[in-house]
């Protein structure tokens, strides 16, 4: 009997623990543009051929969105870069001295 009530209480707690339902709701307006811009920088660190490399990559880019027909919650719109940049620097590398340490790989051939 406490199982079944146990159970009875579960079902119910478990009923009630549903996700609520929404929609998204942005506001575009028809025949406007939108910019999205991303900036990004990362710190990379590896090694290779014994030798630490340290390098700094900044990746950046703008896109711009134009809204060509709204339709409940569903948008169609134009979608186009605007600007891309990459840019890497590599502190303290000695790429003759990594090239040098990489070892070739031999192919044998019939």
Do not use: H, W
């Not at 027909?69 to 001295?97: C, F, G, H, I, R």
């Amino acid at each position: 009997m406490k199982y079944i009530l146990y159970a009875l209480l579960f079902f119910i707690a478990v009923n009630r623990c549903e996700a609520q339902k929404f929609k998204p709701v942005l506001n575009l307006v028809k025949g406007n543009t939108y910019y999205l811009t991303t900036d990004a920088r990362s710190v990379i660190t590896q090694t290779a051929a014994g030798q630490q490399i340290n390098a700094n990559l900044s990746v950046s880019f703008q896109m711009v969105f134009k809204v060509i027909d709204v339709s409940d919650t569903v948008y169609n719109m134009e979608a186009s870069y605007q600007s891309v940049s990459m840019k890497m620097e590599a502190l303290d590398l000695d790429q003759k001295k990594v090239i040098r340490k990489i070892p070739r790989p031999q192919f044998l051939l019939p």
